[in-house]
Structures are given as structure tokens and as C-alpha cells.
């Protein structure tokens, strides 16, 4: 099982090995600062990252951490994936 980092139906990195792989590179790219990461299942093999707030430029990123099966059954268009 593959799992990708999306964010708001862009594909940012993957595939990876495992989803602990994935949550590494979702908070290096979110420049994670807390102990532990804002993190929550939406769907099974589907989470949701919040990184922390970037005060400089003023939002809050969210990136999906997800398989290809999941992130297509939440309405993710597959043609992303290639």
C-alpha cells in the first residue's frame, strides 16, 4: 500500500512505504514545531495534517495523508496520481 501528501486536490510528494513515512515528510514540509502533530482520520487510510500557523504567510496549511483508493473514494480525481 502507497501512500501521498495532497493538498486541497494538488499532489505534493509520495508514493511512500508507509503512512509514519509520510506523516515525517507532511510535518517536514509543514515545518512542524509541537511535540505532536495536529493529525485526524477522516476516512480509513485518509488523515488530515494541520501545520502549524505560518505567521509570515498568515494561513494554516493542510495536507492529506492518504492511499490512492482512499483519497479517490473521498473525491480526489485520480488523474492527479500520474
Not at 514540509?29 to 502533530?37: A, H, I, V, Y
Amino acid at each position: 500500500m502507497h501512500w501521498h501528501i495532497i493538498n486541497h486536490h494538488d499532489y505534493i510528494d509520495g508514493p511512500f512505504d508507509n503512512y509514519e513515512t509520510a506523516l515525517r515528510e507532511a510535518c517536514a514540509l509543514g515545518k512542524e514545531t509541537r511535540t505532536e502533530p495536529r493529525v485526524r482520520r477522516r476516512a480509513e487510510n485518509f488523515f488530515v495534517y494541520k501545520a502549524p500557523y505560518d505567521r509570515k504567510e498568515h494561513w494554516q496549511p493542510e495536507y492529506w495523508i492518504c492511499t490512492k483508493e482512499a483519497a479517490v473514494a473521498e473525491g480526489v480525481a485520480e488523474d492527479i496520481f500520474s
